[in-house]
Nanobody, 115 residues
C-alpha cells in the first residue's frame, strides 16, 4: 500500500511565495514518477508540474519560470516551490505518484492567493 502525505500551502498575497511538500511511504521499490496537479472551483484538475524517475521535468505553461518541482534525497518526496504567485493560482493542489501501473493521490492542500 502506498500513501502520500502533503504539507504546506495556505494563504499568501499576490507576488508571494509558498512551498508544498509530498512524502510517499509504503511498498515502493526505487524512484517513482511524481507530479503536482491543481483544481480550482468549477474547473477540471490540471497538471502543474511533473518529475520523472530520471529527473526530467515538465511544467504547465502558465507556471513556467515561477514554479519549480524538485525531489528530496529520500527520492519519493517532492516539493513544489511557487514564486510570484497570482490569484489565478488559487486552487487545491494534489500530489500524484505513479507506481506499478497505478496512480496514487495525496489528500490535497489549499493554496489561496489573495490580497
Amino acid at each position: 500500500q502506498v500513501q502520500l502525505v502533503q504539507s504546506g500551502g495556505g494563504l499568501v498575497q499576490p507576488g508571494g511565495s509558498l512551498r508544498v511538500s509530498c512524502a510517499a511511504s509504503g511498498s515502493i521499490v526505487g524512484v517513482a514518477d511524481m507530479g503536482w496537479y491543481r483544481q480550482a472551483p468549477e474547473k477540471q484538475r490540471e497538471l502543474v508540474a511533473q518529475i520523472t524517475r530520471f529527473g526530467n521535468t515538465i511544467y504547465l505553461d502558465s507556471v513556467k519560470g515561477r514554479f519549480t518541482i524538485s525531489r528530496a534525497s529520500s527520492r519519493n518526496t517532492v516539493y513544489l516551490q511557487m514564486n510570484s504567485l497570482k490569484p489565478e493560482d488559487t486552487a487545491v493542489y494534489y500530489c500524484k505518484l505513479i507506481y506499478s501501473g497505478r496512480d496514487y493521490w495525496g489528500q490535497g492542500t489549499q493554496v489561496t492567493v489573495s490580497s
